[in-house]
């Protein structure tokens, strides 16, 4: 792959600041209270469902829901960050790099974590229909508290080499200096584009692949021990929910190289094309993790 490709995001941020005009006051500020209302009602969603949790003490006893309300707290912080350096690439056009780089490394680690969250919610469900004589030996809370420890720990690994990398070969003076916040512009080094080439690869693979087994073995059993097929059928109906689940949660991945493209393509609207995959980026990290 040319350099031209490996730079290819970082370009079309770099021509939407340089060659495209910026919009009106009107409109910018149309559109980011748009963005702000957006945030704030999937905001209440979250909240609705995190004080439902509270309210109970049952569910601090569930695997299943121990992690749900993970990825729920998950989605909504990884929501605001991106809420709000969306907002801030209006207000303030340029930030210093230092404070640029931990709103992009947070918001980076929360959006590799929702499909690995996605994968020990479907290994809770494997060993729940599979084993349910060991379920309770399986899956227990202390176990449950260190894969989600172990998932934040993973998903904090890539945007950490990116950091390193970083301060290895850029100046000093890098971090003091104002960019337009954004990862491409902020972790510009060709080696991390093919670093994370790699690590996506892999980390998708693991999570499809882990999707599938477990799930078709969940419909062989549902369907071997069911009598009325009332098992089977919301098998059936988990395998096809968490394959959307899926689906959604990789637009966060897509996005950035759709919008690179379209940009290029349709320059001009470049900044309307910036907020229409904005506010379906949103929709796609609520669903991608609310879906059930």
């Not at 309210?55 to 299943?64: C, G, I, L, T």
């Not at 693991?206 to 021990?225: E, G, Q």
Request: charged share 10%.
């Amino acid at each position: 792959m040319n350099s031209s490709a490996v730079s290819e995001y970082g370009n079309s941020t770099l021509l939407l600041l340089n060659v495209i005009p910026r919009d009106s006051f009107s409109a910018a500020l149309t559109k980011n209270i748009v963005a702000m209302l957006v945030w704030l009602a999937l905001s209440g969603l979250n909240y609705s469902m995190v004080s439902t949790f509270r309210k109970h003490s049952f569910f601090y006893e569930d695997p299943r829901y121990i992690m749900f309300i993970c990825m729920v707290i998950n989605d909504a912080v990884q929501l605001t960050l991106v809420t709000a350096l969306y907002v801030v690439s209006y207000a303030f056009s340029k930030i210093l790099a230092s404070a640029c780089c931990p709103l992009v490394m947070t918001a980076v680690m929360t959006t590799r974590s929702t499909p690995l969250i996605l994968a020990g919610m479907a290994l809770e469900r494997y060993f729940s229909i599979c084993f349910p004589l060991h379920y309770s030996h399986i899956c227990t809370v202390t176990r449950t508290v260190w894969i989600i420890g172990g998932i934040f720990l993973l998903s904090f690994t890539p945007p950490l080499t990116d950091l390193l990398i970083t301060v290895a070969k850029e100046p000093p003076l890098f971090f003091h200096t104002s960019i337009f916040c954004d990862q491409s512009l902020l972790f510009r080094d060709r080696s991390i584009y093919y670093k994370n080439c790699v690590f996506d690869s892999v980390y998708f693979s693991f999570v499809f692949l882990s999707l599938l087994y477990t799930y078709c073995k969940i419909m062989l059993t549902a369907r071997a021990v069911s009598t009325d097929q009332v098992l089977a059928k919301k098998a059936r109906n988990t395998v096809l929910l968490h394959g959307v689940q899926l689906l959604l949660c990789m637009l966060a991945f897509v996005v950035p190289s759709m919008q690179a493209q379209l940009i290029q393509l349709f320059p001009m609207y470049g900044l309307e094309i910036r907020y229409f995959l904005h506010l379906e980026a949103d929709q796609s990290i609520i669903q991608g993790g609310k879906i059930r």
